[in-house]
């Protein structure tokens, strides 16, 4: 404890310095404002993968790191580094019409896609699905945790079956119990569920949509899963996808389950225990039937660097997510193009002012790259396959500082991440915050799994430490009650839907604070021995402690 309190103080008085206003590498929001309204516009159409408007984004990214004085740090051609890392992906879209029913008894009850149920192109690799008949089974929160002692199948026989399960962990009503209280766990993810019904053999597993555990409304699970899927490139895509995923509305599993004699709360509140067991909708059941197309693309990460002066092979990476919806279905207002101006061309624009940051400043010690990866809204796929198929050492990669989403609502006292890291980083980032007067907060909804949902999380997997930044809600105007506001706002009508744009009413002083805090929290790594470590207990120390050696 005293050698990690030395640390900290070491580190606070390393971040000590004169002040970023009068620093010739300041950043200022004009300038990130300047690449959100490029990349946001209707122009860039979105910015989806394997779509023109990914040719369109690479160039400007590319373009701006090049004049800015950064160095392609990308794939090896002909023995020279690309600016881009190449990223293969399988490619899943319905094609035509979804037909979804329920039959009980003689009635026979349509769902409508996208409205009371949202199918997403199968991943299992077949150009067709076709779905007659099948049983209908009620899992509980759809988890198998042997550590927990918790199996909410029971050893049931799954195959043939469509599973109905809750979204979030047991514990999100309670807030207690075997999955930590409030905050999420994996097992509340629903990509976790999607896996789980897939080694439990069932043919299709929809997740019950409800707001609150989900963090978010029934327009973003329409937007995210009625438009094309991606994955990395599987041997046996079948052993990770059942042929059926998708989402269903509250109220409509609710009334499938009245069918069947059974009621959703009492059945919710029993999923809330290990003795739950899993029930059969007897009398009801589930048919479906579309034609996906399948193909295989290469989308692109880019990669740029600058080159550490004293110890090259020893990297920080910044990383960011370039990708959005794209084109999908109209608002109520007609509007097709997804823009995402917040999510994520704001976190993009203000990586790239880092990155001319450092390559206007003097040459760190440590090399500083900038990982600006596709695919994030598809599953965090390209960061998942860098980290998978790493163009640099991960046992050498000091730390990964990532930026989704800052808030355009102004400058803030605070500041947070997504979920508790858990690492001397995430200390290393609070001190670097007090430089600049502002006091960290614990994520104010770690029930929202966000944790799990930001691209630092491949990283976080291997063991490297990582970290994504979040901005304040305790807004320099307004407070705590004007920053909560737009938070809520935005996520109700907002995000990823077609409002999400840029405009002339925002206040980017608050990004240009918060990409200074990262600027200054990356520089002073970069030109410190400093190796953030996992905490003890955390279950992520163990594949970082497994490369000590190489940190020698």
């Known amino acids: 404890m005293k050698t990690f309190l030395f640390a900290a103080a070491a580190f606070v008085a390393l971040t000590a310095g004169p002040s970023f206003a009068q620093d010739a590498t300041a950043i200022s929001g004009a300038d990130i404002g300047r690449h959100i309204e490029v990349l946001g516009s209707d122009a860039f159409e979105g910015r989806a993968p394997a779509t023109p408007a990914e040719a369109k984004t690479i160039a400007y990214m590319v373009e701006q790191l090049q004049a800015a004085g950064l160095k392609p740090a990308g794939d090896l051609r002909d023995g020279a580094r690309a600016w881009t890392q190449d990223v293969p992906l399988a490619r899943f879209e319905i094609r035509g019409p979804v037909s979804a029913a329920v039959k009980t008894g003689d009635e026979t009850l349509t769902l409508r896609q996208g409205e009371e149920i949202a199918i997403r192109a199968a991943a299992n690799g077949a150009d067709r699905v076709e779905i007659k008949d099948a049983p209908i089974v009620f899992g509980g929160y759809g988890v198998v945790a042997p550590e927990r002692n918790w199996d909410d199948f029971k050893g049931m026989d799954l195959s043939g079956k469509i599973v109905m399960v809750l979204v979030n962990d047991p514990d999100f009503e309670t807030g207690e119990g075997d999955f930590g209280g409030k905050a999420m766990t994996y097992y509340g993810r629903w990509t976790y569920k999607y896996e789980e019904a897939a080694r439990q053999g069932a043919l299709g597993l929809l997740v019950i949509h409800e707001s609150a555990p989900a963090s978010y409304g029934w327009a973003t699970v329409k937007n995210s899963n009625t438009n094309e899927i991606f994955d990395i490139i599987r041997a046996e895509p079948a052993k990770a996808h059942v042929p059926l995923e998708g989402w269903v509305q509250r109220d409509v599993a609710a009334d499938l389950l009245a069918r069947a004699g059974l009621d959703f709360e009492t059945l919710k509140t029993q999923a809330q225990s290990r003795d739950f067991q899993p029930r059969v909708l007897e009398g009801v059941s589930f048919s479906s039937a579309f034609d996906v197309d399948?193909?295989?693309?290469?989308?692109?990460?880019?990669?740029?660097?600058?080159?550490?002066?004293?110890?090259?092979?020893?990297?920080?990476?910044?990383?960011?997510h370039w990708d959005h919806l794209g084109i999908g279905a109209p608002d109520a207002s007609g509007d097709t193009i997804y823009n995402?101006?917040?999510?994520?061309?704001?976190?993009?624009?203000?990586?790239?002012?880092?990155?001319?940051?450092?390559?206007?400043?003097?040459?760190?010690?440590r090399s500083v790259n900038f990982l600006l990866v596709t695919a994030e809204e598809k599953g965090l796929l390209g960061s998942e396959y860098y980290a998978a198929n790493p163009l640099y050492p991960l046992e050498t990669t000091v730390a990964v500082l990532n930026l989704d989403a800052p808030s355009p609502a102004g400058p803030a006292r605070d500041f947070s991440a997504a979920g508790d890291a858990a690492s001397d980083l995430q200390d290393m980032l609070i001190a670097q915050g007090q430089t600049q007067g502002r006091a960290f907060k614990p994520d104010p909804r770690p029930e929202a799994g966000s944790f799990f949902r930001s691209d630092h999380f491949p990283f976080v997997r291997v063991g490297v430490p990582a970290v994504s930044f979040r901005s304040g809600q305790d807004l320099v105007d307004g407070g705590l009650e004007a920053g909560e506001a737009w938070s809520k706002a935005y996520t109700a009508d907002k995000y990823h839907q077609p409002a999400d744009e840029y405009g002339p009413d925002w206040n980017l002083e608050g990004m240009a604070q918060d990409a200074e805090l990262l600027y200054r929290l990356g520089l002073t790594l970069a030109n410190s021995g400093a190796w953030p470590e996992w905490k003890a207990g955390s279950e992520f120390k163990a594949a970082r402690d497994a490369t000590a050696s190489a940190r020698r």
């Open 340 to 365: 995402g101006a917040v999510d994520n061309a704001a976190g993009i624009a203000a990586v790239i002012e880092i990155a001319e940051a450092f390559a206007k400043g003097p040459a760190p010690d």
């Open 294 to 320: 399948v193909r295989q693309i290469v989308s692109q990460n880019v990669v740029a660097e600058a080159t550490g002066a004293a110890r090259p092979q020893e990297r920080i990476i910044y990383t960011s």
